[in-house]
């Protein structure tokens, strides 16, 4: 059975930087693609980067730039490195991920097969 599992998450002032992580298990081969999201209260989950099996990356315009997505398929772990921090970037950030031989990077929901329960990220003013 396929597990994402989320962990980085906190409190950051505005202006500082955090990387979260996630780590996969019961996935087989290295065909999946790996995405995150995140959800600020009281607005609809959004799509943030998405990462291949072959590091290919997608990242939406208005974070690319600030935030990077890197993986480890040795530690089947994916990161998430996030700059330049503000408010807005405050909510619960999950992992996502779907096999695709096809090396894709999808930026919606309905493509992703396997969620993690997230991790919250709080930043301060």
């Known amino acids: 059975q396929v597990q994402l599992v989320e962990s980085g998450g906190g409190l950051v002032q505005a202006g500082g930087s955090l990387r979260i992580s996630c780590v996969a298990s019961?996935?087989?081969?290295?065909?999946?693609?790996m995405a995150w999201f995140r959800q600020a209260p009281g607005k609809e989950r959004e799509f943030v980067a998405a990462i291949s099996g072959t590091a290919r990356i997608y990242f939406t315009d208005s974070l690319k730039g600030r935030f990077t997505i890197s993986r480890d398929n040795a530690k089947a772990t994916v990161f998430l490195h996030m700059n330049s921090l503000g408010p807005e970037d405050t909510g619960v950030y999950f992992c996502a991920s779907y096999h695709d031989p096809g090396d894709s990077c999808m930026p919606f929901e309905q493509w992703y097969d396997f969620w993690g329960q997230g991790t919250q990220v709080t930043v301060s003013s």
């Open positions: 019961g996935h087989t081969g290295d065909i999946y693609t």
